[in-house]
C-alpha cells in the first residue's frame, strides 16, 4: 500500500519532472528545414545542451539528493546523463508529440552520422518503452531510479545513494503494481529497460568517438558532462 510520505515524494518528482522540460522555442528548432548531416548533428547538440541543463534543474528536485556529498551529485549526473536522455527522448516518441516532433526528431538521429549499428538498438528501445505505456509518474521515477544508480564511476559514497535509489524503488513498485493490476511483471519490465540502457550507454560512448573522428564540436557543457 503506498503510504502518504510516498505519495507526497511521488508528487514532488513527478511535479519536477512536468515542471523542467526543454523550452518550447528550442524543441520546435527541430522543424526547421535544414536536413543536411551537419545541420541535424547541430540540432540535436543543442537539444542535447538543453536537456542536459533541464536534468541538472530536474535532479536538484529529488529529494535527499542534495544532501550528497557534492562530488557524488557531479559523478551521479555524469554517469546518468546519457541514459536519462535515452529515458526522455523516448517519451517523445512514445508521446507522439502533437506538433510533429516525433518524425523530425527520428529524421534528424537517423542522419546525423550515427553508425547504423547503433541505430538500430536505439529504435528498439524507443520501441520498447513506447510499448510499456508507462504513466507520467513511472517515468518520472524511472528516470529518478536511473539517477541514483550507485555504481557510477567515482561516487564514493555508494550506500548513501543505495538508501536514496532503494526509496524510489519502493514507490515505483507499488506504483506499477496499482497501475498495471493486470500485469504482475509490468514492474520488472521496467527494471529489464535499465539494463538496456547501461547497454546503449556504451554504444553512445563509441558513437562520441566516431563523431570526434569526424571532427564534430559538443558544446563546454557536454564536453563537462561526457569527458569529451
Ligand atoms: C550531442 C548530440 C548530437 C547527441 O549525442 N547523443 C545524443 C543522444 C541521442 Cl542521438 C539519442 C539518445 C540520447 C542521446 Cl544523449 C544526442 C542528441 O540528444 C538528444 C537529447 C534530447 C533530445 C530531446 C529531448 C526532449 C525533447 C522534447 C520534449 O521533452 O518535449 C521535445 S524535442 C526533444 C528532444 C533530443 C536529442
Not at 514507490?171 to 521496467?190: I, T
Not at 538496456?196 to 563546454?220: A, G, I, Q
Request: aromatic content about 8%; charged content about 25%.
Amino acid at each position: 500500500e503506498i503510504t502518504k510520505e510516498q505519495q507526497a515524494l511521488m508528487k514532488i518528482i513527478t511535479d519536477a519532472y512536468n515542471r523542467h522540460q526543454i523550452p518550447q522555442d528550442v524543441a520546435k528548432k527541430l522543424l526547421q528545414d535544414q536536413y543536411s548531416a551537419e545541420e541535424n548533428f547541430l540540432l540535436l547538440t543543442e537539444m542535447a545542451t538543453s536537456q542536459v541543463q533541464v536534468l541538472v534543474e530536474f535532479t536538484k528536485n529529488i529529494p535527499g539528493f542534495l544532501s550528497l556529498d557534492r562530488e557524488d551529485q557531479i559523478a551521479l549526473l555524469k554517469g546518468s546523463a546519457v541514459e536519462a536522455m535515452f529515458l526522455r527522448s523516448a517519451q517523445v516518441f512514445s508521446r507522439k508529440m502533437p506538433s510533429g516532433h516525433t518524425e523530425v526528431l527520428e529524421e534528424r538521429i537517423r542522419k546525423s552520422g550515427i553508425s547504423e549499428e547503433f541505430i538500430t538498438p536505439m529504435f528498439n528501445f524507443y520501441k520498447s518503452i513506447g510499448e510499456l505505456h508507462m504513466v507520467q509518474e513511472e517515468q518520472a521515477l524511472l528516470t529518478t531510479v536511473t539517477i541514483l544508480t550507485p555504481d557510477r564511476p567515482y561516487v564514493k559514497d555508494q550506500q548513501a545513494v543505495e538508501r536514496l535509489q532503494e526509496t524510489m524503488l519502493d514507490v515505483l513498485r507499488k506504483l506499477c503494481v496499482l497501475q498495471h493490476p493486470q500485469e504482475p511483471q509490468y514492474f520488472a519490465r521496467l527494471l529489464g529497460r535499465l539494463t538496456e540502457l547501461r547497454t546503449l550507454s556504451h554504444y553512445h560512448t563509441e558513437m562520441l568517438v566516431s563523431w570526434r573522428m569526424n571532427d564534430h564540436k559538443f558544446t563546454p557543457l557536454l564536453c563537462e558532462i561526457w569527458d569529451v
